[in-house]
């Protein structure tokens, strides 16, 4: 505020600023003040909830961004064919042992083959483990019975996901290295279309239910955890319920957020990840193999994708949806700074407490569709490179 | 674990409403379904019925079934006799939902030599990108359910050549308008409040205009607001809420599958209960929905989808004491044997039922046509003819009446979704428990739909429309 | 790039020749012969006065399609092919230039003031103005915004636009129902079917597409190019660049607009949905594909994606997976039934295509073409 004016160049933005922030007082100030004060905290407890979600998403799109700088159209596809490959594994019992070996198979062999299959050959070690990791696999997949469904859901939808990342990288991705940046944007919508196929194959577009945050009810059905509820009436004049499945996604994406963030902090891969993401050129001159960065980035972006999916679809439901709901994070990855992985999180936050306080505020679409863009716009207007963005600057 | 799943539904539904046996001759339908008497032989003609629309998009669920449907009803019909001796077959392209495409297909259809003469969309929203076109062309079309502009066009008075085989969604809610107002079951009482809370879109905005509001009115029911959401939602918490804070004492949803699953869902979370009751379109009472909202259970001990009201304008898979519905649930059955995969309990719903419907609905225009003109001779324009001045019951599952210019079929009547209560015979409530049924590792409990009414005229509340109030 | 080579024995003598699209007498007859037969297309359908059925008639639509499209994809060419700023929000311009056309064809009231209804000649230009200036202001941001947040900025006009249109609008526009718009006529002439059509929209897609040609080759478009490569550079060259990324997106637009337009009246109804991001995407796909900054790009893209969705994938289902075979698949392999496979079709062919096609020729069709021209202009030492 001071640097502002001090300096005079950056006098026109801090008037914008306090005009935007004046404009939305005088505005909304009057509705904000006629809702009740317990919808006023439910909203925000329920867009900080569903904000979780977004930020996971948006944290998925910022690694392939910082990775290869391509924006990931097909992450909702991965999204939901992970969420369907978890569904799948979570809720079949007996998984057929050829099925199970030849899935352990591929992925793995995708995995150890990062480098190139002519590497493989001179790391025998790398085969020792991945015929090891086959063996293990397919025992954990061919578990029988509801007991090992959770060991088996995770580790079978950990594999999908990986498979799913490390394949589009490697057969659509890697192809495109040195070749315009527009051809590999356009290679993530033509995945989109074949993840999008491939689900209305596999699965169908019934709507499935996930019963992951699930409790059993006294007739004995299995259902999705009950609300929590506070009686707050005397203090905001209404009740406060807050939905225990989305709390458990909120807090289940905010583990899988500081555990991203520690691996990119303090990994060597994820050191190397950063080191590629700042100058691919630069990083494979110091010994950095960026092929397998690429690799490696796709993967865990998979990874997240698939988290999002399973808790997004415990959430509400499983279905064919669920691909475009990652278009609904793209305001969140952009107010946040999309270098930014802190930036993704508070993006996505934020994006979700304008969703629920617009939906409060206004009747009809306005708070699924306009607010979050609305409030990017402002926002990108005040600060063009985000919240949290790096700035950059241009040289010739 | 799909196929045990389906085999005990199966087992379980069979069972209990022991459905009889229909006795029929190898060829030749049963008495209940009566054709007009065929004056020409048609042996070795084919009849194509070409349809199109979102197959892999936001609609697939509801879209799938109908292709299930009309692929088993065809064979039936075939294996019996078919159209005075000529074959059904089908024929049909996807268009993803996207409007373009829809325009793109219908294009190569409509100029494919010889001329289509009849089609069938699935979509309000296509048929409204088609009406002008289809009209031009001179090519009938079949459609589940329209909406005002899609059939009767932008003043509401100008009949097209789109035939919807179900009331207007605006017909649907002032029906259960009328249901509220005069409260057979003495549920509502007085001072009743509807909000509408449905899908972003001209579906889900289909029934949500003054005319059936002003109706509401005249019958006594109100409009609290109008809240929409996106089938990608998260969360609908906050429109909930708005529409009870703005007096809502009945939530109507013109959505589908997980639409008004989340409706219930968000209810029974936010307590409201006692407060609101449930309905919705015709699609709201589809067995999707009844599975999905499983995934909740309300105070009573019940899934949060029960009690939902909802138009039922044709039979349900649980009436077997009429004829149709038996003849469907055995075909079912039997197709069951071969294709278990495409057979599942989700399989069992409105789509389903509505491709039998079409393919009797076929045979009867085609046979009545030919009489009237000769085969060789059919035009769309005939067709068309045949379409006005129809009334007839395609299976007895409904009454099917486009004469004195309407579009729209007008026969209607107010079912509830419940559960199969642990007799097998009756609903589940508080007292009755629900039956479970193990399937696979999941409990699962059976959705069945209850007719409350009997089959009355939807109020006609097309703008301009006989039943809108003056004013 | 082929501009570089020149046939031999072919010498320039005056600026005009220097500067003329088509140099030799050959180059001329090609062209306006080329236009020539593609106007005598529509006379060769069953619906042709002869009545001679050589083409199927659906290849007009398919045609008409492809013009209306390539009109819009050619502004996105020009706003990112040559000025490099991405745009998400191209079919919402569209969706302004569509509703535009549409009431002022219609006519249409605000309060007690009554506008008349416009014939189709003035509409048509006064809609693509007036998206023009729409697609301005929503190019404002690029003032501060680059890359990515350009491209975020612009979904929200996707966003906003079809929202504005909705709702606030919805006493015009009828919300989410589609709007009626009335065939072109012209003078005595009526436009109401897709062959007649055809000749309000070829000859408007040649010319849209001369125009987007001669754009790139003026003074206009060099600045644009020089936006593309280093804004800070044409800067410093004394280029008024946020004046010439302004410039772009009115020209964007202004195509964007009278492809709508197009659109409306080829429809002859306009519908909000029409104008999703989905169509946004595809318009960007289609540039991509056909390569983006090359003059003939966005018909090579346009004509690329409506062939496979039109009429290549149409043709596989009828031949090799006829709804037998894919019974027999379906038999064979228990997970799999014939329904799923048949929903799964279309997305899995059109994106196998696409992406076979991106490795195959990730720099767009248009890519491949100059060098085919090139090596064929060379031979018989195209090496």
């Not at chain 1, 925000?44 to 930020?55: A, D």
């Not at chain 2, 225009?365 to 067709?383: H, K, L, P, S």
């Not at chain 3, 109804?269 to 003939?296: H, K, N, R």
């Not at chain 3, 899995?348 to 991106?358: E, N, P, S």
Request: proline share 5%; with cysteine.
């Amino acid at each position: 505020m001071t640097a502002a004016l001090r300096d005079p160049r950056k006098l026109p933005s801090l008037i914008a600023t306090v005009a935007v922030i004046v404009i939305a007082l005088v505005w909304l100030g009057p509705l904000i003040a006629s809702s009740a004060p317990n919808r006023l905290v439910q909203s925000g407890i329920t867009g900080l909830l569903v904000g979780g979600v977004y930020s996971l998403v948006a944290l998925g799109i910022v690694v392939i961004n910082k990775a290869s700088g391509v924006f990931n159209f097909a992450h909702g596809g991965m999204m939901m064919v992970a969420g369907f490959i978890f569904f799948s594994f979570f809720t079949t019992s007996n998984i057929a042992l050829p099925f199970a070996l030849i899935y352990s198979l591929v992925t793995v062999g995708l995995a150890v083959s990062i480098f190139g299959w002519r590497n493989l050959l001179r790391q025998p070690s790398l085969i020792v483990i991945g015929v090891v990791a086959v063996i293990a696999l397919t025992f954990v997949l061919t578990l029988p019975g509801p007991n090992y469904k959770w060991i088996r859901g995770i580790v079978g939808g950990a594999m999908g996901a990986a498979l799913l990342g490390l394949a589009v990288e490697r057969f659509t991705i890697r192809p495109l290295i040195g070749q315009p940046l527009f051809a590999s944007v356009m290679m993530t919508l033509a995945v989109s279309l074949i993840l999008n196929g491939t689900t209305q194959l596999i699965w169908g577009s019934q709507p499935q239910t996930l019963l992951i945050f699930s409790e059993v009810n006294p007739i004995g059905i299995e259902v999705k955890a009950s609300p929590l509820r506070f009686d707050t009436a005397e203090l905001l004049g209404g009740n406060i319920s807050v939905e225990r499945t989305r709390l458990y996604a909120f807090g289940l994406s905010l583990v899988a957020f500081l555990a991203f963030w520690l691996f990119f902090r303090y990994t060597s891969v994820g050191l190397a990840m950063r080191a590629t993401s700042e100058n691919q050129m630069l990083a494979q001159s110091v010994g950095l193999r960026v092929r397998m960065i690429l690799a490696i980035a796709w993967a865990i972006a998979a990874l997240l994708a698939g988290v999002a999916g399973v808790l997004h679809g415990g959430a509400t439901n499983l279905d064919t949806n669920m691909q475009y709901l990652a278009l609904r994070a793209f305001p969140a990855v952009l107010l946040g700074g999309i270098e930014s992985i802190g930036g993704a999180l508070i993006g996505g936050l934020a994006i979700g407490l304008t969703e629920e306080y617009s939906k409060l505020l206004f009747s009809g679409d306005i708070g699924e569709q306009l607010a979050p863009y609305i409030v990017l716009m402002v926002v990108l207007v005040l600060r063009p490179e985000g919240l949290f963005g790096q700035k950059r600057i241009d040289r010739i | 674990m799909k196929k045990a799943q389906f085999l005990l539904m199966l087992v379980l539904l069979v069972g209990v409403f022991a459905a009889p046996a229909l006795a029929q001759d190898d060829a030749g339908f049963p008495d209940f379904i009566q054709h007009t008497e065929c004056e020409e032989d048609l042996t070795g003609q084919n009849i194509e019925i070409l349809h199109f629309g979102d197959l892999s998009g936001s609609y697939a669920f509801i879209t799938q079934p109908l292709l299930v449907g009309l692929e088993d009803a065809i064979n039936y019909y075939n294996s019996n006799g078919g159209v005075c001796g000529a074959t059904l077959s089908q024929r049909f392209d996807d268009t993803a939902g996207v409007p373009d495409q829809v325009v793109a297909t219908y294009d190569r259809f409509s100029t494919e030599d010889p001329k289509p003469q009849l089609l069938v969309l699935y979509a309000s929203g296509d048929a409204e990108a088609l009406r002008d076109r289809v009209a031009e062309d001179e090519i009938p079309v079949l459609i589940s359910a329209g909406s005002v502009p899609g059939l009767y066009g932008d003043d509401g008075a100008t009949p097209g050549w789109i035939f919807a085989t179900n009331p207007l969604y605006t017909d649907q809610l002032g029906s259960f308008c009328d249901f509220v107002g005069n409260d057979p079951m003495g549920v509502f009482g007085e001072g009743q409040s509807i909000g509408y809370i449905s899908w972003e879109g001209a579906f889900g905005r289909a029934a949500d205009t003054e005319e059936v509001w002003s109706y509401c009115e005249s019958v006594g029911v109100s409009h609290a607001g109008s809240e929409f959401f996106l089938p990608t939602t998260q969360d609908i918490s906050a429109q909930v809420q708005n529409l009870v804070d703005a007096g809502a004492t009945i939530l109507y949803t013109n959505s589908l599958a997980t639409g008004p699953a989340l409706v219930a869902a968000t209810v029974v979370n936010l307590g409201l209960e006692d407060q609101v009751v449930l309905a919705g379109v015709n699609w709201a009472l589809d067995t999707s929905v009844g599975l999905l909202g499983q995934a909740t259970f309300g105070s009573d001990g019940l899934p949060s989808t029960d009690g939902l009201f909802g138009s039922a304008p044709f039979y349900w898979w649980t009436e077997t004491d009429q004829p149709g519905i038996a003849l469907i649930r055995e075909q079912f059955d039997a197709a069951a044997e071969t294709a278990p995969e495409s057979h599942t309990p989700t399989t069992q719903n409105i789509a389903y039922l509505l491709g039998w419907q079409t393919v009797d609905l076929y045979t009867e225009i085609y046979i009545q046509t030919a009489n009237r003109v000769g085969f060789e001779n059919i035009t769309g324009a005939d067709i068309k003819e045949t379409i006005e001045g129809l009334d007839y019951s395609p299976l007895g599952l409904t009454t099917i009446n486009f004469q004195e210019g309407r579009r729209s079929t007008s026969a209607n009547r107010i079912a509830m979704m419940g559960y199969l209560a642990e007799d097998g015979a009756s609903m589940a409530d508080a007292e009755n428990p629900p039956m479970v049924v193990t399937v696979g590792e999941r409990q699962l409990l059976v959705p069945i739909n209850v007719a409350l009414t009997d089959f009355v005229d939807a109020p006609d509340l097309r703008p301009g429309g006989a039943d809108v109030p003056e004013g | 790039m082929s501009a570089n080579i020149r046939p031999a024995g072919v010498f320039d003598t005056g600026y005009a020749q220097d500067i003329a699209l088509n140099r030799t007498r050959t180059d001329k007859i090609q062209a306006y012969g080329g236009f020539v037969l593609l106007l005598l297309i529509p006379l060769l359908t069953v619906a042709g006065p002869l009545g001679l059925n050589i083409v199927p008639q659906s290849w007009i639509g398919i045609i008409n399609r492809i013009g209306i499209f390539t009109i819009a994809v050619l502004g996105l060419n020009i706003l990112i092919g040559y000025t490099g700023q991405i745009s998400l929000g191209h079919a919402a311009f569209m969706a302004v230039g569509a509703y535009s056309a549409a009431f002022m064809v219609r006519g249409f009231t605000v309060g007690d003031f009554a506008f008349p209804a416009l014939p189709f000649w003035l509409a048509l230009p006064l809609a693509a103005l007036f998206t023009g200036l729409v697609g301005l202001l929503f190019g404002l941001p690029s003032l501060r915004v680059k890359g990515f947040y350009l491209a975020m900025a612009t979904l929200a006009a996707q966003f906003i636009i079809p929202w504005v249109l909705r709702n606030p609008l919805s006493t015009w526009t009828g919300g989410s129902n589609p709007l009626q718009v009335p065939f072109p006529e012209l003078g005595p002439l009526q436009f109401n079917s897709s062959s007649e059509m055809y000749y309000i929209i070829i000859p408007l897609a040649v010319f849209m597409a001369l125009a987007a040609r001669n754009i790139s080759r003026t003074r206009v478009g060099r600045a644009f190019i020089s936006v593309r490569d280093n804004d800070l550079a044409a800067e410093l060259l004394g280029i008024n660049v946020f004046a010439y990324k302004l410039q772009a997106f009115f020209l964007s637009a202004l195509f964007a607009g009278v492809a709508g337009a197009l659109i409306a009246f080829e429809d002859n109804t306009v519908s909000v949905a029409s104008f999703g991001l989905d169509t946004s995407i595809l318009t960007l796909g289609m540039l991509i594909v056909g390569g983006a900054g090359f003059p003939l790009g966005p018909l090579f893209g346009v004509a690329f994606f409506r062939l496979v969705e039109d009429i290549v994938i149409p043709f596989l289902k009828d031949t090799l997976l006829r709804p037998e075979t894919l019974n027999s698949i379906a038999q064979t392999l228990p997970f799999l039934d014939a329904v799923k496979i048949n929903s799964s079709l279309d997305p899995i062919m059109f994106g196998t295509a696409l992406i076979v096609f991106l490795i195959l020729e990730p720099r767009g069709i248009a890519h491949r073409w100059e060098i085919l021209k090139i090596s064929w202009k060379l031979r018989p030492y195209s090496h």
